[in-house]
């Protein structure tokens, strides 16, 4: 299926209506149209141009590369709506986004050590969390022992 759909054409020399036999896009304002009479006794084949060739309503989200200047009428219409200020004129302006909120600080990562420090060993049955400072102490680096109760380190 074709990204356009085929426009309809009536034949120049007996008035019977078209189809298109082929569509190829020339430039991104240019098409050429292939289109062929209906009618058996005619069967004129014929090139149709179809470009754009004026703007009747502007583009929400416009291409900076592409001109299509504004009709006469739109372009009157677009200038009475600009020297009168109206309700209608300001519901249509767009309102600047609103800043993005700052993120919050990111929680201080914890070394190794300091993640096994804080976990503590499983509980036996019925007794409470047993914390293994031999494991923090291997865990450790030399300098950082120190601070270790003096028994612990040793181990």
């Given amino acids: 299926m074709s990204k356009h759909p085929p426009m309809a054409f ?6 019977a209506a078209t189809h298109t036999r082929t ?6 304002l240019l098409r050429e149209v292939t289109a062929a009479c209906n009618d058996a006794t005619c069967g004129h084949v014929f090139i149709v141009h179809a470009s754009a060739e004026q ?3 502007p583009s929400m989200a416009p291409d900076g590369d592409v001109f299509i200047p504004l009709a ?11 020297k009168q200020p109206s309700d209608r ?4 302006a767009v309102a600047p986004r ?19 420090a804080s976990t503590p060993k499983p509980q036996q049955h019925g007794q409470p969390p047993v914390f293994d400072w031999a494991a923090l102490a291997r865990a450790l680096a030399p300098h950082e022992r120190q601070a270790l109760p003096a028994a612990t380190a040793a181990q």
């Fill in 89 to 92: 004129a300001a519901s249509v």
């Fill in 72 to 82: 006469p009428a739109s372009r009157d219409s677009m200038a009475t709506l600009l």
């Fill in 10 to 15: 009536g034949c120049p020399h007996c008035g």
């Fill in 98 to 116: 609103p800043p993005k909120p700052p993120k919050p600080p990111a929680p201080p990562k914890k070394s190794p050590a300091r993640a096994l």
């Fill in 23 to 28: 569509s190829k896009t020339i430039t991104r």
């Fill in 55 to 57: 703007t009747l309503v």
